[in-house]
T-cell receptor
């Protein structure tokens, strides 16, 4: 069974641009959540989607948005990039999404904003 | 507000040693606690998930315990190996029907051959 797949693996953008990251969950998993990891702030929750609906959202500005498709694949978008958006963006999936399940993470997308 | 801290921030041990990593949380009303491992520049791998009703979970050389009343969890690694070198993170969910996890700051473990 394939794991969680994130593309692209690396991305370099300049300030003001926008970026779209993609996540394909494990087959059969319906919950997809996104996290931002930086050396200073650690791992911070961005949002969670379940059956194409946003179920939870973290404390990030509106420049960060996401969506989930009917096949459970998810994308996140960051508009008007800032230097502080440089981070490792991680996607995680689980079957249903209750807290009793293990989360399976992808390898992440390393975003560098110049 | 739930806060999760991990001590120590970094640990270096010789191969073969048994070691304990600590995780503390401020709100004891948790549904479960997960321990993850992260290799440099990679994603997280879930090691152990302890439900709130459990006291401990074991997987191979790993044993995790949970004491909700004191707000603490420990990850015990027996007979450490160089391949165990990684960052170890603990996390608790914010609520029962969500994957919104609050992560600790992590412990960077180096096992010297």
């Amino acid at each position: 069974k394939a794991g969680v797949t994130q593309t692209p693996r690396y991305l370099i953008k300049t300030r003001g641009q926008q970026v779209t990251l993609s996540c394909s969950p494990i087959s059969g998993h319906r919950s997809v959540s996104w996290y931002q990891q930086t050396p200073g702030q650690g791992l911070q929750f961005l949002f969670e989607y379940f059956s194409e609906t946003q179920r939870n959202k973290g404390n990030f500005p509106g420049r960060f948005s996401g969506r989930q498709f009917s096949n459970s694949r998810s994308e996140m978008n960051v508009s008007t990039l800032e230097l502080g958006d440089s981070a490792l963006y991680l996607c995680a999936s689980s079957f249903q999404g209750p807290a009793s399940e293990k989360l399976f993470f992808g390898s992440g997308t390393q975003l560098s904003v110049l | 507000k739930q806060e999760v801290t991990q001590i120590p921030a970094a640990l270096s041990v010789p191969e073969g040693e048994n070691l304990v990593l600590n995780c503390s949380f401020t709100d004891s009303a948790i549904y479960n606690l997960q321990w993850f491992r992260q290799d440099p520049g990679k994603g997280l791998t879930s090691l152990l998930l302890i439900q709130s009703s459990q006291r401990e979970q074991t997987s191979g050389r790993l044993n995790a315990s949970l004491d909700k009343s004191s707000g603490r969890s420990t990850l015990y690694i027996a007979a450490s190996q160089p391949g165990d070198s990684a960052t170890y993170l603990c996390a608790v969910p914010l609520g029962g029907a969500t994957n919104k996890l609050i992560f600790g700051t992590g412990t960077l473990l180096a096992v010297q051959p």
